[in-house]
């Protein structure tokens, strides 16, 4: 397995080798020794999740605060932009973004560490994604970054889609509100 260093200290773009011939491929999405050797800390996971979602449908930009939760997220089927904000208070990337093309054509996976927003935006007809995630889900420390949040200028690649927000993320904040108890904490 390759991973891609990112700009970002811990958010780490894993590229797997999957079993590949005339019946399809095999994946092993997830090999604690392997992982954790490739830099993704000690993690019991609490939950897997899965989503389904259409062609042009952006969710996020979500995080959990103040039981954060690290991510593991794979695409099952389909094609995503993947967005990661940094939103740690001291981070030296505080308010930084990126992107990543996730598929099951090239399969790639990304570790996304507490402290992080994370949306997607789906590019193919359907996209079904896979997250382990290290902690439940609260939905009372649910927050939602606002997608198009001008301060950050996210640049995702809306052309030729009709793009669908629900409710909750169009009403999402921008950053510059949310105050520093809202946030957690950047810990090397």
Not at 15 to 30: A, C, I, Q, T, V
Not at 148 to 158: A, E, G, M, T, Y
Not at 160 to 180: M, Y
Request: net charge neutral; proline share 6%; with cysteine.
């Amino acid at each position: 397995m390759e991973t891609i260093s990112t700009a970002v200290p811990g958010l780490i773009l894993l590229k797997p080798n999957p079993f590949r011939d005339e019946r399809g491929f095999f994946l092993e999405s997830w090999q604690s020794g392997r992982y954790h050797a490739l830099g993704i800390p000690e993690t019991t996971w609490a939950q897997d999740n899965v989503s389904c979602s259409k062609k042009g449908v952006l969710r996020g930009l979500h995080f959990q605060y103040p039981r954060t939760q690290g991510k593991l997220i794979t695409v099952l089927q389909g094609e995503v932009y993947d967005v990661v904000v940094d939103i740690r208070n001291g981070s030296p990337t505080f308010g930084q973004h990126l992107g990543f093309n996730l598929s099951d054509k090239n399969l790639h996976q990304l570790w996304i560490p507490k402290g992080f927003a994370h949306g997607f935006l789906v590019l193919s007809d359907l996209a079904i994604v896979s997250y382990k995630a290290s902690e439940f889900y609260y939905p009372e420390d649910e927050k939602t970054l606002l997608w198009n949040d001008p301060v950050l200028s996210i640049s995702w690649p809306l052309s030729g889609l009709t793009l669908t927000v629900s409710n909750k993320d169009a009403r999402g904040i921008p950053l510059e509100r949310f105050s520093k108890t809202e946030l957690p904490s950047f810990s090397q």
